[in-house]
T-cell receptor, first 113, second 112 residues
Framework: EDKVVQSPLSLVVHEGDTVTLNCSYEVTNFRSLLWYKQEKKAPTFLFMLTSSGIEKKSGRLSSILDKKELFSILNITATQTGDSAIYLCAVVNSGGGADGLTFGKGTHLIIQP | NAGVTQTPKFRVLKTGQSMTLLCAQDMNHEYMYWYRQDPGMGLRLIHYSVGEGTTAKGEVPDGYNVSRLKKQNFLLGLESAAPSQTSVYFC???????????FGPGTRLTVT
């Protein structure tokens, strides 16, 4: 059974701080890892990572995957109150078992002004 | 493009009642999914479909049925609602299995 573990489960920081969110996984036949941001409603897509060691960046957010050690990190620099959300990590396997994403429980990030 | 839409947005049911949640997507995606999200549990896959006329079970399928009669629609049914089915339900679609999924706005269901 595929498994995704995120840490920490919750985090409170001050505006301007840098945060690192962690995602480790156990999945048969790994295909890709995705990060989503969830505010009040639906998760919105941030990154999809398939190759080890290649950083994806979008503004103040960046993410990298380590396929050897089976984890990914999501970095947010110069945090703003609008970054407050639940950050979800999910993996896709390449065959066998159910399709769809296997999600971690999420990291609830709160940015205080 | 509306993307993925869900109806209704909110619903309150009594134990034993039935209902159907409708998901529609206008992106011509082959894959569609139903997830439930409970506090502290993340999203869990209920059922999914890899194309019109196909359905398959996910991680937590018990108590739910689905149908995909048209490519753009994916229906989730509860035949006899139970309080344990109180949750937020998300529909999603994707063009391929390993690509990003697009999520609908969610349906908040309460079963009393």
């Amino acid at each position: 059974e595929d498994k995704v573990v995120q840490s920490p489960l919750s985090l409170v920081v001050h505006e301007g701080d840098t945060v690192t969110l962690n995602c480790s996984y156990e999945v048969t036949n790994f295909r890709s890892l995705l990060w989503y941001k969830q505010e009040k409603k639906a998760p919105t897509f941030l990154f999809m990572l398939t190759s080890s060691g290649i950083e994806k960046k979008s503004g103040r957010l960046s993410s990298i995957l380590d396929k050897k050690e089976l984890f990914s990190i999501l970095n947010i620099t110069a945090t703003q109150t609008g970054d407050s959300a639940i950050y979800l990590c999910a993996v896709v396997n390449s065959g066998g078992g159910a399709d769809g994403l296997t999600f971690g429980k999420g990291t609830h990030l709160i940015i205080q002004p | 493009n509306a993307g993925v839409t869900q109806t209704p947005k909110f619903r309150v049911l009594k134990t034993g009642q039935s209902m159907t949640l409708l998901c529609a997507q206008d992106m011509n995606h082959e894959y569609m999914y139903w997830y439930r999200q409970d506090p502290g549990m993340g999203l869990r896959l209920i059922h999914y479909s890899v194309g019109e006329g196909t359905t398959a079970k996910g991680e937590v399928p018990d108590g739910y049925n689905v149908s995909r009669l048209k490519k753009q629609n994916f229906l989730l049914g509860l035949e006899s609602a139970a309080p344990s089915q109180t949750s937020v339900y998300f529909c999603a679609s994707s063009g391929d299995r390993a690509t990003r999924e697009y999520f609908g706005p969610g349906t908040r269901l309460t079963v009393t």
